[in-house]
T-cell receptor, first 113, second 115 residues
Framework: QQQVKQSPQSLIVQKGGISIINCAYE??????FPWYQQFPGKGPALLIA?????SEKKEGRFTISFNKSAKQFSLHIMDSQPGDSATYFC????????????FGKGTTLSVSS | GAVVSQHPSRVICKSGTSVKIECRSLDFQATTMFWYRQFPKQSLMLMAT?????????EQGVEKDKFLINHASLTLSTLTVTSAHPEDSSFYIC???????????FGNGTRLTVT
């Protein structure tokens, strides 16, 4: 499988702070980059996704920044809340039917109150 | 929004037995579904791509005779873990996409414990 590298492995942020998670990919054919949030014992839930024709996408407190030339993208969680404590996965794929997502290793975020 | 339902959510079986996990797309048709496996505190690893009406495509290192996949309809894919062993204990998650430009939605996973 093509690799997607994610960092950091774990992150502790104070309530109200900004959480930043970074990912890098290798395959230049990837054209779809989602972020998923997973709580213990549950399946991943889509948070936000971006395509390479834009450099930034914002939905509420969540923002994806995308750098095509560097093959990197990041998730920013503004005003982090204790309820945001979860594991976050970046992923990448070719955006076509029948193509699976390749996931990063995940980041465990803990937001302290 | 699109919903993917997975059943059972949790199963415990004895070593040597087989277990079937169902994945259903509740409000859309999915010609392709994906099966992932997740070990504790690790990432999701793609096991196989399930194609309606044809054979599944397995990732390298995944035994097709051990992990039987059947995608008999546009709303149902099943994963059968045959002759389960304790090392097969894991969290199995299915996913499906409604259409080409739709996001991938995941079921809530099945926690398999083989004793």
């Amino acid at each position: 499988q093509q690799q997607v590298k994610q960092s950091p492995q774990s992150l502790i942020v104070q309530k109200g702070g900004i959480s930043i998670i970074n990912c890098a990919y290798e395959n230049t054919a990837f054209d779809y980059f989602p972020w998923y949030q997973q709580f213990p014992g549950k399946g991943p839930a889509l948070l936000i996704a971006i395509r390479p024709d834009v450099s930034e996408k914002k939905e509420g407190r969540f923002t994806i920044s995308f750098n095509k030339s560097a093959k990197q993208f990041s998730l920013h969680i503004m005003d982090s809340q204790p309820g945001d404590s979860a594991t976050y996965f970046c992923a990448a794929s070719k955006r076509q039917a029948g193509t699976a997502l390749i996931f990063g290793k995940g980041t465990t975020l803990s937001v302290s109150s | 929004g699109a919903v993917v339902s997975q059943h059972p959510s949790r199963v415990i079986c004895k070593s040597g037995t087989s277990v079937k996990i169902e994945c259903r797309s509740l409000d859309f048709q999915a010609t392709t579904m994906f099966w992932y496996r997740q070990f504790p505190k690790q990432s999701l690893m793609l096991m196989a791509t399930s194609n309606e009406g044809s054979k599944a495509t397995y990732e390298q290192g995944v035994e097709k005779d051990k992990f039987l996949i059947n995608h008999a309809s546009l709303t149902l894919s099943t994963l059968t873990v045959t002759s389960a062993h304790p090392e097969d204990s894991s969290f199995y998650i299915c996913s499906a996409r409604e259409g080409r430009n739709s996001p991938l939605h995941f079921g809530n996973g099945t926690r398999l414990t083989v004793t």
